[in-house]
């Protein structure tokens, strides 16, 4: 029962408050109510040239005021003047400048009343200003002796504020001023002591009134300043003067302050405003002014000070600054004082204004109404713009407050409370309304209102009443009022219903009630979805100089998509909608796109989706990757000879780690300015300790590495050198290199120069003849090699090789053997044979020579052949020898690429590091008949309706006794099917023509020719054509290009064939097919897969043409003979050799005209063909 109550007390308290009206909701202008001042002028200055003057004055309330004005405490009617123009129903005034306007100058204040009460503006000042002038009048001249104080007098004539004084000549340039001459703050110009040069006749003062746009001048002034004269002077009256007058020099003096004003004098300054405090003084020399605060501290250390330290000046002065301030004059001969004792002083200024309302009836009132000011302010209270009259009025009246009990209708009121100094006056108004009124509502019946899922909707009910009126809200049909904590009844009437959810929508009514009567309305809420928002990729990591998309995904309610908008920012600051940095960030609609992405361009952007209702937001951090900047500040520590430490300062990542550091250095005894690694450090570590070598001057630098790349290398460090020592290491890749028979020259890598320790390095080269007992020689020497003659032919030596230095010799060195020099073989290879393997490819096999007879190193074996005659017309060839090289200890080789059907001779002979041995004895051999070559030529002679004529040329290389031809046709239309391939044979190998019948007319044909001998037919020559209905053909050997029906048929095959290209270009790109593939595929040629199936291709008679096969079926048909020879049995000609894999890739050499080979595989390899 008790939390029952509990939680009634609480609705109570939220649903059915009293809510308090007195100032939170301004009054209906249809409820009756005091007049209230809106808007009025302040102080104006009536300016020469405007051409009239507004004061203004306007004022609200029920019924509409009427307007009253005073100036300067006395009634002012405006229909005094017909310069003055009113307006209806506002208290504004205008004041048209024409003629003389002087007599508007005053201080007015504006009344506004109505049957419940009067306002009152606060005072308004028109300042009608004269235009300035300076009097006529005739200024003497000032004559004066060198070093007197002279004072030139300004006063400027009286005008608005501010005023700028200047003093110049009659060209308009400025007189100069400084310690000795300076102006006053009221215009003058003193001379602490004047020189001859401060004559002139052009002294002139002028006055410049900004607001009045207005510069006047004052007549000039002229200063005549003479020379002293010497008491000797014979031409002085007076002599005892003139010595008096000769010495000028004086201690100083004040001319401001006067010394009349005593040696302190008052000054009073308001607060908030500026603090000028001024000291001039005359004396010879000029004197210096300085400043100090004799009670407190100055508001700075170094006092701000102008006019060349004449005047200390203080800005927003406040009561720390009042004090005691003395200004002092000194030179040489003396000083002067003056005290300023300042005050603070300030305006009044409120510290509770009088606040007014609405009040019912019955209720009681207390106004209160507090100021401060220096001097303290007197306060006046007013009632409807006059005094009160305390024996009248029948409340209570105090300085600072006025109270009312029980009040009633006719107690409605404006009070007024004005607070007045020295200084100035404030008013502060308060507005009493009494009023006894049902509720009303101010907010407009049947309200349409939405908001977003999850967001608080606010359904207001705006209410004005008094008494104040009691307000709950109710749902659809329900009398009782909305009971749940996510529903708050704010004090305004407004119903706020936080954590919004799609049930919530529906009509809703607000209900106000008083003691005088009640009032409602409805409201309608409907409930939309939430805006939703995403952004991918989600923090992505983009390296610097390559590109990033970002998309923005939203969900967002229907009804609200007119209203829809996105926007991208990064880091906060809107990015515009247009391309930025010469369109590499592009903003199209949903995405951004950053092309080139900088270092600059990491950071948070955030995808920005509004409606009208609501907003959300997405974040997507961008992440610039680049490789790191180059460490810096490096450092050198734990010195030691052969090693330092090296430490340094790592640079931005740009995040991705350091995962390694590399260290360089530099040395400038052997490579200056050639950097080179000294070592690696793995992980972020930014310290080493490095090992060093001897006697090298050097400095270091470091480049950071990570995941993107390298950074630049730092800066250099300092240099650092270590002492010398002996050498750690000797040299190494010992070895002899081929050299005379009876000699032996000993090669080795020198040591690198950060090797060599110290100065002084020689090579102590040590060699003994191995498997001989005898000591060893011994030669120092500084090159990298020794020559040693008279040494037998190709024995072994054992050789050792120390580095020395002046500081001592290198580890005791290891053994390397080496052989002495190499002679030529004296041996040639016995038991030469040939195997004919086929009319193109030979198997050599010999018996190698004894191994005493190599006196070398045996390096191979060379094979060397040359064509003596032709086996098919017996015709003698020039010999011209072709060899092949076989590397190694090995006794037979495959010699391929010969003419068939021919006679060779073929020697072998051994080889070694020096040179070749002598030839084997020759052998001589014939190569079998082969296929011929295709013929050179294929021609289209002439045709009839159904047949044609073809012409043939004999094959370049016959290769054997041709046997006949082969005649091949068959129909190549442009469709997916051919014709089959129709054969002749042509069994008389003299006949070079043929005629072929029953063709079909208007038809496309292909013909292949083939020379055939014994061994085969060889690869066929090709040539198209097209037959036509009337008997003619449209082939390329006819003599009818000109004819018109031609060039228009050339022309439509132009057109498709330029079609054609276009879709096949675009095929391939889309990944077609080639065209040329296509066609391959649709016109096959009968002979490839037999071409493909030779060994080496087909071979011709003629010396120019080319071999051609494949390696692969090469080795194939090696196979097919039952050889157990590989590639590897093939050796190296003059330009070339195999690979390891065997395939070749040189030529052989000799011989003058060369052929290729084709491979179906990767290399090739060219041959020398002789007939």
Not at 1 to 16: A, H, R, V
Not at 48 to 72: L, M, Q, S, V, Y
Not at 295 to 302: A, I, V, Y
Request: charged residues 25%; aromatic residues 8%.
């Amino acid at each position: 029962m008790e939390m029952l109550l509990s939680t009634k007390g609480i609705t109570i308290c939220l649903f059915f408050f009293v809510l308090s009206l007195a100032a939170a909701i301004e009054i209906p202008l249809s409820v009756s109510q005091l007049p209230t001042i809106t808007e009025q002028s302040h102080t104006q200055v009536a300016y020469p040239f405007d051409e009239d003057f507004t004061i203004k004055c306007e004022a609200r309330g029920n019924p509409h005021p009427t307007f009253n004005w005073t100036k300067d405490g006395k009634p002012f009617d405006l229909l005094s003047d017909p310069r003055i123009v009113t307006s209806n129903n506002s208290g504004t005034f205008v004041i048209q400048n024409r003629g003389i306007i002087n007599n508007f100058q005053g201080k007015y204040r504006c009344f506004a009343s109505n049957v419940l009460g009067t306002a009152m503006s606060e005072e308004i000042e028109l300042i009608v200003p004269s235009v300035p002038k300076f009097p006529k009048e005739k200024i003497e001249p000032l004559d004066v002796e060198h070093g007197d104080s002279v004072i030139l007098h300004c006063n400027p004539p009286k005008g608005i504020p501010p005023l700028h004084i200047y003093w110049m000549n009659i060209d308009l340039q400025h007189i100069p001023q400084d310690e000795r001459v300076s102006m006053s703050l009221k215009g003058d110009l003193y001379f602490a002591n004047v020189e001859e040069n401060d004559s002139r006749s052009d002294y002139c003062c002028f006055a410049a009134f900004p607001r009045l746009r207005t510069i006047v001048q004052k007549m000039p002034m002229t200063l005549k300043v003479s020379r002293l004269k010497h008491a000797n002077d014979s031409g002085s009256p007076n002599a005892a003067v003139t010595k008096a007058n000769f010495i000028k020099e004086r201690k100083p003096k004040l001319l401001i302050p006067p010394e009349s004003a005593g040696s302190s004098s008052s000054v009073t300054v308001i607060k908030g405003g500026v603090l000028l405090l001024e000291c001039i003084a005359e004396g010879l020399p000029t004197p210096h002014l300085s400043w100090v605060k004799v009670t407190g501290n100055m508001p700075k250390d170094e006092p701000e000070t102008e006019n060349f330290g004449k005047i200390l000046k203080i800005d927003q002065v406040s009561a720390a600054d009042e004090g005691t301030y003395q200004c002092t004059a000194s030179n040489p001969m003396g000083r002067a004082r003056h005290e300023f004792h300042v005050h603070v002083e300030e305006p009044p200024q409120w510290l509770k204004k009088p606040e007014g309302g609405v009040y019912s009836v019955g209720t009681n009132l207390v106004l209160l109404c507090e100021a401060i000011g220096n001097p303290e302010p007197s306060i006046q209270w007013k009632l409807n713009g006059m005094p009160i009259d305390s024996t009248t009025f029948r409340g209570r009246i105090s300085t600072r407050e006025i109270s009312l009990t029980n009040l009633q209708l006719q107690d409605s009121a404006v009070f007024q409370c004005e607070a007045t100094n020295k200084h100035g006056t404030i008013l502060a108004s308060a507005n009493v309304n009494v009023l006894n009124i049902a509720p009303l509502i101010l907010t407009s019946d049947g309200e349409n209102y939405a908001a977003v899922v999850g967001y608080s909707a606010f359904l207001h009910c705006d209410i004005f009443a008094s008494p104040a009126a009691d307000v709950r809200w109710t749902k659809d049909d329900s009398i009782e009022p909305l009971s749940t904590f996510r529903y708050e009844l704010n004090k305004n009437g407004t119903l706020e219903i936080k954590d919004t959810k799609k049930e919530d929508s529906g009509s809703y009514a607000c209900w106000a009630a008083n003691s005088v009567g009640k009032r409602a309305i409805t409201a309608n809420l409907d409930i939309r979805d939430a805006t939703k928002l995403v952004v991918t990729p989600k923090n992505p990591r983009v390296l610097k100089s390559h590109s990033i998309l970002l998309k923005c995904q939203a969900e967002y309610d229907s009804h609200l998509k007119q209203s829809f908008k996105l926007s991208w920012r990064k880091d906060g600051d809107e990015l515009p909608v247009n391309s930025t940095e010469g369109g590499r960030m592009i903003l199209d609609r949903d995405t951004l796109f950053i092309s080139s992405v900088l270092l600059e361009d990491q950071g948070v952007y955030t995808c920005v989706g509004s409606t009208s209702l609501d907003s959300a937001t997405a974040e997507s951090r961008l992440i610039v990757l680049d490789a790191p900047d180059p460490p810096e500040d490096l450092q050198l520590s734990e010195n030691q000879n052969r090693s330092v430490r090296l430490s340094w300062r790592a640079g931005s990542s740009h995040n991705s780690p350091v995962n390694e550091s590399i260290i360089e250095f530099e040395e400038n005894r052997w490579e200056p300015g050639r950097w080179q690694e000294l070592t690696r450090i793995p992980g972020d570590d930014t310290t080493a300790l490095l090992s060093l070598a001897p006697y090298v001057n050097y400095q270091f630098r470091v480049v950071s590495v990570n995941a993107v790349g390298r950074s630049q290398p730092s800066k250099p460090s300092l240099r650092y050198s270590t002492p010398p020592a002996a050498p750690d290491k000797n040299p190494e890749n010992i070895r002899v290199e081929a050299s005379e028979p009876n000699e032996m020259v000993m090669k080795w890598e020198p040591l690198k120069p950060v090797e060599r320790n110290g100065p002084g390095l020689e090579y102590k080269v040590s060699w003994r003849q191995q498997g001989v007992r005898t000591d060893w020689n011994e030669e120092t020497v500084k090159k990298h090699s020794l020559t040693v003659r008279n040494t037998p032919t190709f024995v072994p030596y054992e050789i050792k090789v120390q580095a020395v230095n002046n500081l001592g010799s290198g580890p005791e060195p290891n053994v390397t053997i080496g052989y002495s020099g190499e002679d030529f073989p004296d041996a040639a290879p016995s038991g030469v044979s040939v195997d004919v393997v086929n009319s193109t490819l030979v198997k050599v096999f010999w018996f190698g020579i004894p191994r005493d007879r190599v006196r070398g190193h045996l390096r191979g074996y060379k094979v060397s052949w040359w064509k003596t005659k032709s086996l098919l017309d017996g015709k003698r060839h020039h010999p011209e020898k072709h060899f092949l090289t076989f590397v190694g200890d090995r006794n037979y080789g495959m010699i391929p690429g010969l003419d068939p059907f021919s006679e060779f001779r073929l020697t072998v002979l051994a080889y070694n590091s020096r040179g070749d041995g002598p030839e084997s004895s020759p052998v001589v051999f014939e190569t079998p008949e082969g296929v011929p070559e295709q013929p050179r030529f294929l021609r289209i002679l002439n045709f009839d309706k159904d047949s044609v004529t073809l012409s043939w040329g004999l094959p370049r290389k016959a290769n054997g006794h041709l046997t006949g031809y082969i005649l091949q046709y068959q129909i190549i239309n442009e469709t997916h099917e051919v014709g089959p391939v129709s054969d002749v044979s042509v069994t008389n190998r003299s006949t070079l023509s043929w005629r072929l019948s029953g063709l079909s007319p208007s038809t496309k044909y292909k013909f292949y020719v083939k020379a055939c001998t014994a061994k085969g037919c060889g690869k066929p020559v090709t040539e198209e054509g097209l037959t036509v209905a009337q008997g003619t053909y449209a082939g390329i050997y006819d003599g009818i290009s000109t004819q018109g029906w031609f060039i228009g048929l050339m022309c439509a095959i132009a057109l498709l064939t330029l079609l054609l290209l276009t879709i096949c270009f675009v095929r391939r790109n889309k990944g077609g097919k080639y065209s040329v593939k296509e066609k391959e595929d649709l016109h096959p040629d009968p002979e490839a897969q037999s071409i493909k199936d030779e060994i080496f291709g087909e071979y011709s008679d003629s010396d120019e043409k080319p071999l051609k096969g494949s390696l692969r079926s090469l080795n194939g048909d090696i196979k097919a003979t039952e050889s157990a020879d590989s590639l590897v049995d093939y050796g190296e000609g003059e330009h070339g050799m195999f690979n390891e894999d065997g395939s070749f890739i040189g030529a052989y050499s000799g011989s003058k005209e060369k052929g290729s080979v084709e491979s179906t595989g990767s290399s090739t390899a060219t041959f020398p063909l002789h007939a």
